[in-house]
């Protein structure tokens, strides 16, 4: 049987045939377990990949997200195809990457993005003047580190890879009935097992 990470995959190369600039923007939903109120937060982030060890994101350990992560590892993601009205829903739990695995993403991400992380991997989350303040920051560093191929890696810079337990394929459909796709794991968590859903 096709797995969903090849599912997902063709969904993927799909919505690039059709043009989309940005298939890989997932909603993350993430929920804090001392929250009293169990208040559930949501937000964009953008997949850096995903195969079948999951789904995987890099974010700042000053962020909310991650501070919930750290306390609950349950989450959920959307990933919203716009030009083929197609979802795909997943939920399971968070494997933080360690840190050799962090440095190894850090060194392949282009000089500017590790410059702009660094200089604004300390101000996460706080209140700030202006971005000009930040702009500042990424010119020293610019000169600092203009001999060398790489910065240090950022202490802020946190991989997250979302491993499913769950996943649905929803595509809509205006003349017929949408089509539904659920993906759990299969017998004794070997491979996955499928059926189908009535729609909504
Ligand atoms: C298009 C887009 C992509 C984003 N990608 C990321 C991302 O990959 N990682 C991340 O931490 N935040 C990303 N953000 C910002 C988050 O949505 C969020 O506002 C910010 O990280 C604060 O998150 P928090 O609510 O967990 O503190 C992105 C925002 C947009 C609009």
């Given at each position: 049987m096709r797995s969903p990470f090849d599912l997902m995959r063709e969904w993927v190369d799909q919505e690039c045939k059709l043009g989309s600039q940005s298939p890989n923007r997932a909603i993350l939903s993430t929920i804090a377990n001392e929250n009293?109120?169990?208040q559930p937060h949501s937000r964009v982030v953008?997949?850096?990949?995903?195969?079948?060890?999951?789904?995987?994101?890099?974010?700042?350990?000053?962020?909310r997200k991650y501070t919930e992560l750290v306390s609950n590892p349950q989450a959920s993601m959307v990933i919203w195809l716009e030009l083929q009205q197609r979802q795909v829903v997943i939920e399971g739990n968070i494997?933080?990457?360690?840190?050799?695995?962090?440095?190894s993403y850090w060194q392949a991400l282009p000089k500017h993005n590790q410059l702009k992380f660094t200089a604004y991997g300390p101000h996460t989350n706080n209140e700030i003047t202006s971005t000009s303040q930040l702009d500042v920051v990424y010119q020293e560093l610019s000169k600092q580190y203009q001999d060398q191929e790489n910065l240090p890696l950022s202490e802020y810079y946190k991989?997250?890879?979302?491993?499913?337990?769950?996943?649905?394929?929803?595509?809509?459909?205006?003349?017929?009935?949408?089509?539904?796709?659920e993906y759990i794991p299969g017998e004794n968590e070997e491979g996955w097992q499928s059926r189908l859903l009535g729609p909504c």
């Open positions: 009293e109120k169990m953008a997949l850096r990949e995903f195969d079948d060890r999951g789904f995987l994101f890099f974010t700042s350990k000053k962020t494997q933080l990457l360690n840190n050799e695995e962090n440095h991989g997250s890879r979302l491993i499913p337990n769950r996943l649905m394929f929803y595509t809509l459909e205006s003349e017929s009935f949408s089509e539904f796709v």
